[in-house]
């Protein structure tokens, strides 16, 4: 019997991109309505906000942003060269007493060593706000109460806490950081949502003509103010006066952004606006530019030392590169070689980055690196061994989507190896000890990425994992119906991301550290003979581990046996809980899940009752689940899969896939019954 | 040749570092190593050896010189960087470290560039003029084994505290050798106690007729652990406390002879802090005026200081000992635990109601050593006399209720500064039958096993404290997601809850799920699970074990009462036993009982349990405890259609 869920859907297309469309292209739909604008006043509140007690649009919520709003800004010095002014002021309404402690600021801020590189906090005023006797009362936060502290070595943060702040209080608060340009040349992204609501989120920024950034939205709202207005704008140096553009974007009754499970990282989510320094242009001197196109960033890529500088070195990787040489011509060998070489020499040191840490000889020499060197290393290595490899660049899930139409250097934070022999390609990342070649870990499992080849146009490639989290689990075994014990053996084998993960845990660690984990999963039974096969010989295999179990049964009674078959790799729990969706469900990789079991009864009793057999389809191929059970003379036989193909599910989809998960839970708690016959 | 230079290079090197005759061992050859210090190790302390070193009543010198050769990756997370907490009374003079590898060749010295430079206090909410300093030589990757050595010294000005001795301070490294040396004026007084099987002392008479009083601790292997229930680390470790007898700190004498003598110092130092503006004492006297007795005064203070004060931690000046004054915490409205608590003790007194600092070691099950007077606590709240009782009082909380203690100062000793010194005292205790769970479900079964069910939970006691919490600082949405990651059942669609708090205190939990296989359906038969909505239990993965293990009292002290009331289809009858459980045991006990009439199955299930220290011995009767509660949890019903 096949259920099929819904009809299938035209649209199975991954729109993600369409989230984030380049910035110029966004303005159009925006409607700004002159007498909806709110300008307040610092230190000036009204009575109806002091009023509130719950915010209307979310009432649970344990505070509310009546007014965030940043302004950037450029100034010329004589002493410290150009200047970036972010303006800072907030404006928040604590609700619950939850949100006292946002009464406390830090704002940490870069030190370097000469002046030129400091930057510093000015005109930072505070209040709080209170209803006394229905009186308003405003308390202004004392000079002497603010701290400027040392952070460490490169970094302070000036820290103040504002007075008499209660529940029911509105606490307010404005600065400036100044950062020359030499220290921070690009504005921090801001974000319009966060943790808890927003009643008015605005930002501004001018824009002096000499300077070009690039700047993209992304996020799930839409501007309620959005202008752009050509101004004369004065930096304080004749040189750079000119004609540039002031922006305004505001967006009203932002609501608290909600993480949710299977995402890649909340900055996908939330509505926000980026930039990056595309060019710099002096009256008289060159353009300068940082990256523009993707020509541009592989470019710019190229030339860095810290990137392709890095790429030109191999001396240090001769004898190496010899030695594997004289042992094989054959390129895929040569290859493995090279990979598992890199793998089990290098430390990952856990940080990803675009940027070659102190470089890879020194690296390479610490054995241990960033993955960026850890890669390009062996980028060197294959090519030195005359292999088609280039550098591959990606965003690491926490990174957030890379947006292919916009061309940013930020929007990669990744390096991985991508090996062409004859028809075949294979994706490398030695930082990852237990990876078989072409396997990239979870965390670099992100749609597209760019390959950025030796010679010519770089182009973007879809990274598709061919593995999945896959786990098959078989028990053998033989009932005794009498007293309820079964007794037979158990066997996992881990493939794919399950592999991985089990070799990342198990493979280093103490010997009996399988055997705990599993008394774990199965406290009640009685475990012997525990073996492991495959734990590290060949990663390309599958690990498998087994032992012989003795387990006892609750529901057994004179006569009758009720008997759950799944007794292994049982989904006890719908892992989507909540009922609706807003984002996009992405699980990273498939799921391949499956219980094969067959259970020997003895003589004199027979199967009663047995579950249904049913099979599940998600739409698009996204999906398959199937359960069976057969008696074959005197043997049960189980058999049950879950295979999710798919990785990436709208938020419309999100009901099926939720459905689905709801059919396993389902399927997997029905019983067998089993009773003894009567002569 | 080339060997020797090496040598000589590092007797050089030891020298310059141990000016003072540091004694030990300077072959770091990996294969010197005992192997049974190996077994089971990450990493082996080598040397640990501490010289505490008493000028006078009010300064002293910290030498410390630690050698860990570092066997895996975990040994060097825990060994591989060192950190040094300094402040206005504490001057580091040096820091040097040196790194060996397996054949205990020099491989590096520590650079000034490998020490950062950290400030303590992260969050503006946390200022400190307290600093850390974190040296590694974590730029580069070395091949295991190899072997860290890190030497430094400060000197202390602030003599209250002592530095205590662990010398084996993580239970996966084994340790060759720790000494700790303390050297005094002949003569001088100061106290120590050991816990713990830890060594007893050796006292000496040092060349220039010092003191020297001498702890050593040798060939300690990794022990195996029992990864369930450890006893508090206090219990099981051997170490050794140790705290001044006479002190001075900036302009401050005291002495911690007594538990009086420590309440007396507290108390000096923070007296006349206590003076509250005009504005504020009339204001207090307004909050009072309705109140008939000092109960509700105190009671009415309480709420009022809590509506008006927020915490935000501070830790200046002498040991973050010194309170700020209550004018300005009436002033800023913040301030830590112990300018809360000065505050409202202040508020209390003016009018005329008495009470105490309470210095405390808060946090769950935590505990002191009641026998050694010295400074054990990390928190203060304040403990009024209302009515010839007490009346405890959490200050860095907005909604915590009067009286309440729960798991974090409950059940412990607190030691109450008193004008005339101090004494300690036991704050109240949480036990089973006052952290009680209560509930009541209706489940109206479908044909195919769909159930609606109607739950209504009273949490009382401990039990109500994460509600509590979720209660107040959670939005709705947030609030959801808690109770569908809490509720016990394989799948749900929340329809509607509702958690309100009650003054006891206590909350009270409603919800409406729509639960899909509230029973399961296999052919013509349901199968009814009486234990629904219950607490599961774990159990261990091991059932023997040598040591006595510890079932925490915040955890383990509670009652469970749950009743399920299933209405049956007519359409099924009945077809097992109902199953019914009684299970007693020295832990606490167990009972399920079921009834089926009209169609209405009822199922009654009560868990007590008893947290508390137990022995080796008993461990094999907890684990069937847990196994027989399991197993009467696993139990079903089960119903199979009526074929008229």
Known sequence: MTHFLLPIRLSGLCRRNVLSIPF????????????????????????????????????????????????????????????????????????????????SVAIPHYMGSSYKEQEWIEDLKGYTYNLDNNQIVRTELEKKAIRREKTSDTQTTVKFNLPNAKKGSIIEYSYSLVSPMNVRHEPDMWAFQGSVPRKWSEYNITIPGFLDYKMTMGGYLTLDIHKQEPENVSVGHSTYDGPGIAYRFVIKDVPAFVNEPYITTASDYVSKINFELASITIPGEMKKNFSQTWDNVERTLDEATWFGGELRKSGFLKDIRDEIAAKTTDPTERMNLAYKHIQDRMKWDGYSGLFSGSGIKKAYDNRKGNACDINLMLTVLLRELDLECNPFLLSTRSHGYLHQEIPMIESFNYVVAHVKVGEKTYFLDASESYAKPGMLPERALNGFGRLIPKKGAGKFLEIIPADSQSKLEMITATISPEDGTMKGSYSISYGGYEALDWRSEFAAGAENAVQDALKKEVPEWKIQNVSIKNKTEDLKGTVNVSCNFEAEDENASPGVLYFNPIMAGRWTKNPFKS??????????????????????????????????????????????????????????????????SRTRFLPEEYPDLKEFFERVVQKHAQQLVIKKKNI | ???????????IAVCLLFPLGVSGQSDFNVDKINPVLIKDANAVVRVDELVWEIKSQSEAIQKTRTVVTILNESGEEKHGALYVRYDKFTKISDISGILYDAA?????????????????????????DARVKHASFGKKSYAYPYTIEYVYETRKRNMMMYPWWTPVSDEKS??????????????????????????????????????????????YAVRKSDDFYPLPQEDRVPHMIVAPSEFEVQDYKGNFNTWADFGKFYHTLNAGRDVLPASILAEIKNVVKTAKSDREKAELIYKWMQSRSRYVSIQLGIGGWQTIDATTVANTGYGDCKALTNFTLAALRSVGIQGYTALIAAGKDEQIKPDFPSNQFNHAIACALVDKDTLWLECTSQTTKPDFMGSFTGGRYALLVTSDGGRLVRTQDYKSGQNVRNSHAIVKLGETGDGVVDVQVLYTGLQHESRASVINSGSKEEQKKWLLNHINLPSLDLQRFELTQGQDPSVTEKLTLNVRNCATK?????????????????????????????????????????????????????????????????????????????????????????????????????????????????????FVENKL
């Open chain 1, 24 to 103: 110029l292209l966004f303005s159009l739909t925006f409607h700004a309505f002159a007498q909806d604008d709110f300008k307040p006043k610092l230190g000036l509140i009204d009575r109806a906000s002091l009023e509130m007690t719950a915010y209307p649009g979310d009432s649970t919520a344990d505070a509310v942003y009546l007014y965030d709003y940043g302004k950037v800004t450029f100034s010329y010095d004589n002493l410290k060269g150009l200047l970036m002014t972010t303006n800072i002021w907030v404006r928040v309404k604590l609700l619950k007493e939850s949100a006292l402690d946002r009464a």
């Open chain 1, 579 to 644: 009922k609706e969706r807003i984002y996009p469900v992405d699980l990273g990789t498939g799921i391949s899940a499956s219980f094969i079991g067959n259970f020997t009864l003895p003589e004199g009793y027979a199967l009663e009752e047995m579950p249904k057999a049913e099979i599940v389809v998600l739409p698009d191929k996204g999906g398959k689940f199937s359960y069976q059970v057969r008696q074959v003379g005197n043997v049960i036989q189980v058999n049950t899969m879950i295979q999710v």
């Open chain 2, 1 to 11: 040749m080339q060997k020797l230079k090496i040598s000589v290079r590092h007797v």
């Open chain 2, 104 to 128: 205990g060749k020099q491989v590096k010295k520590l650079r000034n560039s490998d020490i950062e430079d950290y400030g303590y206090g992260s969050g503006g909410d946390d200022i400190s």
């Open chain 2, 174 to 219: 084994a340790v060759e050798l720790s000494t700790y040396k303390i050297k005094a004026p002949a003569g001088f007084k100061f106290r120590f106690k050991e816990y713990n099987n830890a060594p007893a002392m050796v006292k000496s008479t040092d060349a220039d007729g010092s003191d020297l009083y001498q702890w050593t601790l040798k060939d």
């Open chain 2, 522 to 638: 296999t052919g013509t038969r349901l199968f009814v699970k009486p234990s629904l909505l219950s607490r599961p239990f774990e159990l261990p993965s091991v059932s023997e074990r040598s040591s006595d293990f510890y079932l925490p009292v915040s955890d383990y002290n509670f009652t469970d009462l749950d009743t399920v009331s299933y209405e049956v289809p007519a359409s099924y009858k009945l077809e097992t036993t109902l199953p019914a459980f009684q299970i007693a045991s020295a832990f606490g006990s167990y009972e399920l009982k079921t009834t089926y009439e009209n169609n209405k199955l009822i199922c009654a299930r009560k868990v007590v349990m008893n947290g508390g220290r137990y022995g080796s011995k008993d461990f094999a009767a907890w684990v069937d405890f847990l196994k027989k509660i399991r197993k009467a949890d696993r139990a079903q019903v089960v």
